[in-house]
């Protein structure tokens, strides 16, 4: 998958925590939607009404669990940009604009520019949310972590597409797929049910994982 924004991103000072706040995270999807328009020639009408509700509902969500951000800090900041991406693909902020430009097609993006043509919000959505999570790991460990081929897989986004269109919270898993991670299909939007956090609360005395709890 390319990122032509996470660069961009990468720029900001301490962006883990300025997408936690209004301005900021309107401000960069907006960015974010130039960017992916300006690469890959597709046009989005953006509803700042939908765009800011997607962001209450998920920091609402996402305060409720972020005790586990102490558990383990690397996990949870792809657990956050999961629930990003279930309130986006919930509330549909964005919509592509036809007949503005074509798409412009090379042998290098073919893969993405299909995808793009397939599902051009679910794109930008899935888009945004991994350079956000590629440039806060640029800032806090120093590298981006590895996106896995089937994120350039059209039958992926396929079944993507089809399964968060019935459950949204589906979005969480994907995320986790496209970085190579292992999904939980079961309860995805609950971060307690993440492998990762179940072996880092695993190694943990018993006293201390209820604490934290």
């Known amino acids: 998958m390319d990122l032509p924004f996470k660069d961009e991103l990468a720029l900001m000072p301490d962006l883990g925590h300025r997408l936690r706040q ?3 995270f309107r401000a960069t999807f907006r960015s974010s939607a130039k960017v992916v328009s300006d ?3 597709v046009r989005y009408d953006i509803d700042e009404t939908k765009l800011t509700r997607a962001f209450l509902d998920w920091i609402e969500i996402m305060d ?9 800090r690397a996990d949870f900041i792809v657990f956050a940009a999961g629930l990003v991406l279930r309130e986006l693909i919930r509330q549909a902020p964005a919509k592509e604009i036809s007949g503005l430009t074509q798409l412009i097609e090379t042998e290098a993006n073919a893969k993405t520019m299909e995808i793009v043509r397939f599902w051009p919000e679910g794109f930008l959505y899935t888009n945004y949310c991994v350079s956000a999570i590629s440039a806060v790991y640029q800032q806090e460990f120093g590298s981006a972590p590895s996106i896995d081929k089937c994120a350039d897989d059209l039958r992926t986004w396929w ?3 089809e399964n968060v269109t019935e459950m949204p919270a589906y979005a969480v ?3 986790d797929r496209f970085l190579g991670a292992e999904p939980n299909w079961i309860t995805p939007d609950h971060a307690q049910s993440r492998q990762a956090m179940q072996r880092a609360l695993g190694t943990q005395r ?4 209820i604490r934290q709890l």
């Open 64 to 72: 409720a669990q972020k005790r586990f951000a102490e558990i383990d």
């Open 39 to 41: 690469t890959f020639g």
């Open 159 to 161: 079944s993507y597409r």
């Open 206 to 209: 018993p006293t201390d994982a």
């Open 22 to 24: 209004l301005r900021w």
């Open 173 to 175: 898993a994907f995320l």
